[in-house]
């Protein structure tokens, strides 16, 4: 695959790289940026080879999850030294989100955020790539790099703990989770 | 996928997220020039990178073989204190060392035996070896008390052998012979003027 190629399918699926890349950096928006910058630019360098082992798609996203690990070591390191010594500047803005990146959220889907965010990372993961980027569970596993078995475990834990966790939180709104006559509704 | 209702509801809740994600995510041309212009810098950071990793290693480098030189120093020094002592004890059981023991090969002053060639199985050999002659001096030294203490008993005396002497020993250890004159015999007979 050229770089032409490479930067075409780049192009196409940006937008759930950079979901991806967000929820990989708990929502981070500098964080997400920071990733998947260094990501394509490992990919133009030819850092990460795209093998054809399995879909571009697929190998992207592990190599946005891989990256986004190692950034997040890094930026603890980066705060482990600040602790230390504070003669480094920290950059505070970066947890802050952009004013023009604040968008409207409604009620529900701040509750939903906060709920996604109580679950541990591979249960967050798999439910991301399963509901938001509309990824098999075989898919899903070959991102996470982990066997489709646990992949489906941690996928069925997350449901479940996610819908205790939403419907904790709309008890506390006096909002019914489970909505008999239209389950489908948000 | 069958969805039951809660995951409906769930991919809807993702579906929302995924839509504002969308109008904030960056757009790609900009994303990719700044991508791409950060690729032109980016060879001088990692050479700088490159550099320090080096200077860190070379002085870690330089560190283990001070001390690895200064440790062989230390202990070929000591061995060679130690073997003449023991070599001069005249006990047949002297065993010589092998002449490298005494001048041992050092990674600075030797000839053809290079300091880069100096490898760490030679540095183990070399160490084997003095661990050896050590071993060697301190067995010498075991005997050489050995030896001294039965020569100090062979000397033993009793402190109160002075006593059992008296002037006339000579007399009760001596006999008269044959072919002495008699005056000197008289000396040996009692008075007969009694």
């Known amino acids: ?186 | 996928m069958e969805l039951s209702g809660d995951e409906k509801r769930i991919q809807a809740l993702f579906s929302e997220l995924r839509v504002a994600d969308e109008r904030i995510a960056p757009r790609f041309n900009a994303f990719m020039n700044r991508t791409e212009s950060a690729l032109i810098r980016a060879p001088r950071g990692f050479n700088l990178s490159l550099a320090w990793a080096a200077v860190l290693i070379f002085a870690i480098a330089a560190l283990a073989w001070w001390g690895a030189a200064r440790f062989l120093q230390t202990t070929s020094s000591s061995v060679v204190a130690t073997t003449p002592s023991t070599a001069n004890a005249g006990s047949p059981a002297v065993v010589r060392e092998p002449s490298d023991e005494t001048n041992p090969v050092r990674p600075g002053n030797t000839g053809s035996n290079s300091g880069s060639k100096f490898s760490s199985k030679n540095r183990s050999q070399l160490l084997a070896r003095r661990l050896m002659a050590r071993w060697r001096a301190e067995m010498l030294a075991a005997n050489k008390k050995v030896l001294e203490d039965a020569s100090a008993i062979s000397k033993w005396a009793s402190p109160t052998v002075s006593l059992l002497s008296s002037s006339s020993d000579e007399v009760l250890t001596s006999l008269p012979q044959l072919n002495q004159n008699a005056n000197q015999l008289k000396s040996f007979l009692p008075s007969s003027s009694n």
């Open chain 1, 1 to 186: 695959m050229d770089i032409t190629d490479l930067k075409a399918e780049l192009e196409r699926l940006h937008a759930s790289s950079f979901g991806w890349a967000l929820s990989c950096c708990r929502r981070d928006y500098a964080e997400a940026e920071e990733v998947l910058q260094t990501v394509y630019l490992k990919i133009i360098e030819g850092k990460a080879l795209f093998r054809g082992e399995a879909s571009f798609k697929t190998w992207l996203f592990a190599v946005i999850r891989k990256t986004a690990i190692s950034q997040h070591r890094k930026t603890l390191l980066r705060k482990l030294r600040t602790v230390i010594g504070p003669m480094h500047s920290y950059d505070a803005s970066s947890n802050i989100e952009k004013p023009d990146a604040a968008f409207e959220r409604s009620e529900t889907q701040l509750r939903f955020q906060r709920a996604l965010e109580t679950l541990p990372s591979r249960q967050r993961e798999v439910l991301h790539l399963v509901f938001y980027e509309d990824l098999s569970l075989r898919d899903a596993a070959d991102v996470m790099n982990v066997t489709i078995g646990s992949a489906r475990q941690h996928y069925q834990r997350g449901k479940r703990r996610l819908r205790e966790s939403l419907e904790r939180m709309e008890t506390g709104y006096g909002i019914e989770w489970r909505r008999k006559e239209n389950p489908g509704a948000v």
